[in-house]
């Protein structure tokens, strides 16, 4: 099955700019979607289809998708933005879809 | 008020038998494909299952087929998750979906519910 590799953690001051990368085999020829969650909060989509935001989404979040790395980049980082991020895509081989294992966001 | 409300979660033991059930309220929703999403405790989220509009395709994830059914009833905006054959490790918070179709025509989730709390253990 596809598997999706996210780093455990990243840290970034505040006003600075974050960077999560998902990697997979080929993951540009694929549409992959962000999710932030909070903790004891739902996940919420914050990137779908590569780099598209949904409304109420700050412009501050953006997408990024070639070769085998996916990233969101966070711009201009605030306390609020600390919480899980997780790449998401679907796998049409087997049907299925697949989340990265999630990267913990901490503001410094 | 778009949103989803899921029930139906508790304590079961190892191989027993629970059935979770998601209402959707606000949008139509029997013009949506939804899925289950669970989350273990400390762990990352985990697609379980989706359905198609109609009810007339399903997927699941390896380690479910056979023991989960996923199910819908667009008259009462209800979807349905039939969980046999419990075991220890679907211990987890399950989420209801919603499916939007990506441009490589596959699926994301664009709303969520705020989850249902199912423990296996003796």
């Known amino acids: 099955s596809y598997v999706l590799t996210q780093p455990p953690s990243v840290s970034v001051a505040p006003g600075q700019t974050a960077r999560i990368t998902c990697g997979g085999n080929?993951?540009?020829?694929?549409?992959v979607h962000w999710y932030q969650q909070k903790p004891g909060q739902a996940p919420v989509l914050v990137v779908y289809?590569?780099?598209d935001r949904p409304s109420g989404i700050p412009e501050r979040f953006s997408g990024s998708n070639s070769g085998n790395t996916a990233t969101l980049t966070i711009s201009r980082v605030e306390a609020g933005d600390e919480a899980d991020y997780y790449c998401?895509?679907?796998?049409?081989?087997?049907?299925?879809?697949?989340f990265g294992g999630g990267t913990k966001l901490t503001v410094l | 008020e778009v949103q989803l409300v899921e029930s139906g979660g508790g304590l079961v033991q190892p191989g027993g038998s629970l059935r979770l059930s998601c209402a959707a309220s606000?949008?139509?929703?029997?013009?949506?494909?939804m899925s289950w999403v669970r989350q273990a405790p400390g762990k990352g989220l985990e697609w379980v299952a989706n359905i198609k509009q109609d009810g007339s395709e399903k997927y699941y994830v390896d380690s479910v087929k056979g023991r989960f059914t996923i199910s819908r009833d667009n008259a009462k905006n209800s979807l349905y998750l039939q969980m046999n054959s419990l075991r220890a490790e679907d211990t987890a918070v399950y989420y209801c979906a919603r499916d939007r179709i990506a441009v490589a025509g596959t699926w994301y989730f664009d709303l969520w519910g705020r989850g249902t709390l199912v423990t296996v253990s003796s």
């Open positions: 998401q895509v679907w796998d049409s081989s087997s049907d299925q879809g697949v």
């Open positions: 606000g949008f139509t929703f029997s013009s949506y494909w």
């Open positions: 289809d590569d780099s």
């Open positions: 080929n993951i540009g020829s694929k549409s």
